[in-house]
């Protein structure tokens, strides 16, 4: 699970167009990993001519990622720096392992506990899904979770990545779910990338919409994004 370059473009794009995205209350699905430096997510920043939010004092950006200690990329941030620079007054981390340090524990193939809905402004999935078995019941806990007009963020396997998790997924899968249950998409986007350099320039595509089946023919891996808002409970 982790944040690219490109990913974070797509963040700040969106910022752009609407400043409510990812303020406020902030979930992150697992420990993400961030795949630039402070100076890379700022030179990203003002190529987007979008100002950070200001972060407090002695804010902890250091790299949560226990693999990456000791070698190049513990020089990068951590996930909750981001969202804080997009916006985020408060950033939690769930994960279903205590492994690298998640604010709370989440089993979300099991119904989250009530005390946990309607909990959040902003839900950010930037690699997790694929690698949940009851993908209808992660679904029905993002959409919980999730306050009224609030904003859920998916980034997830789409093609070309054999046994990197359960599942890959169809764009049609999200658009026909988050209609049917209460949500709008904002945006969907294709992201052609090599699966073993994230720091590599990818492609992205929109997705405009659903239509007949469509082949999508590539030697490197493909990523569905979507971006979708809450509308009703």
Request: glycine share 4%; charged share 25%.
């Amino acid at each position: 699970m982790g944040v690219a370059k490109d990913l974070i473009k797509l963040f700040c794009y969106q910022k752009k167009k609407n400043k409510l995205l990812f303020n406020k209350n902030t979930l992150l699905i697992s420990q993400n990993a961030i795949y630039a430096n402070e100076k890379e997510i700022f030179d990203i920043f003002k190529k987007n001519r979008l100002d950070t939010y200001n972060v407090p004092k002695n804010f902890d950006k250091k790299n949560k990622i226990k693999s990456w200690f000791g070698s190049k990329k513990d020089k990068n941030v951590n996930a909750n720096y981001l969202m804080t620079l997009l916006g985020s007054s408060k950033t939690q981390c769930c994960d279903i392992s205590p492994y690298e340090n998640p604010d709370f524990l989440l089993d979300l193939n099991k119904p989250v506990k009530k005390s946990l809905y309607n909990n959040f402004n902003n839900i950010v999935d930037p690699g997790t899904l694929e690698h949940l078995f009851n993908i209808p019941q992660a679904l029905d806990n993002y959409s919980k979770m999730l306050k009224k007009n609030g904003y859920l963020v998916i980034s997830t396997t789409c093609s070309n990545l054999i046994d990197h998790g359960f599942y890959s997924f169809s764009p049609t899968l999200f658009f026909d779910y988050f209609e049917c249950n209460g949500f709008k998409i904002i945006k969907c986007y294709l992201k052609e990338y090599s699966p073993y350099l994230f720091e590599l320039n990818s492609s992205i595509y929109e997705y405009m919409d659903r239509g007949p089946e469509i082949p999508f023919i590539s030697n490197k891996a493909v990523e569905v994004i979507v971006f979708a808002q809450k509308l009703k409970d």
